[in-house]
């Protein structure tokens, strides 16, 4: 989807709805060295701004990008350290 970022791995949390979303994005994140990246896939539109407020404030993991094709919403997570 996104050439921009080396993704270690891809979480698909279609069909889950709050707070599944951002539930499995951590444990998937926690799972990473630092430096790697999760594309997350999802089709709760809340895992927008879900996602984003769950990056900001953890203070290991960079949202790096979203994007929203249709009703699919991929978010692009670093984990920084």
Not at 5 to 25: H, N, Q, R, Y
């Amino acid at each position: 989807m996104n050439a921009e970022f080396d993704i270690a791995e891809t979480l698909d949390v279609k069909g889950a709805s709050c707070p599944m979303p951002v539930i499995k994005t951590k444990q998937a994140v926690d799972g990473l060295a630092a430096g790697e990246v999760l594309e997350v896939v999802a089709t709760d539109s809340g895992s927008v701004s879900d996602i984003a407020g769950w990056a900001e404030g953890t203070p290991d993991v960079e949202l790096l990008d979203q994007a929203e094709d249709g009703d699919v919403f991929t978010h692009y997570v670093r984990k920084t350290e």
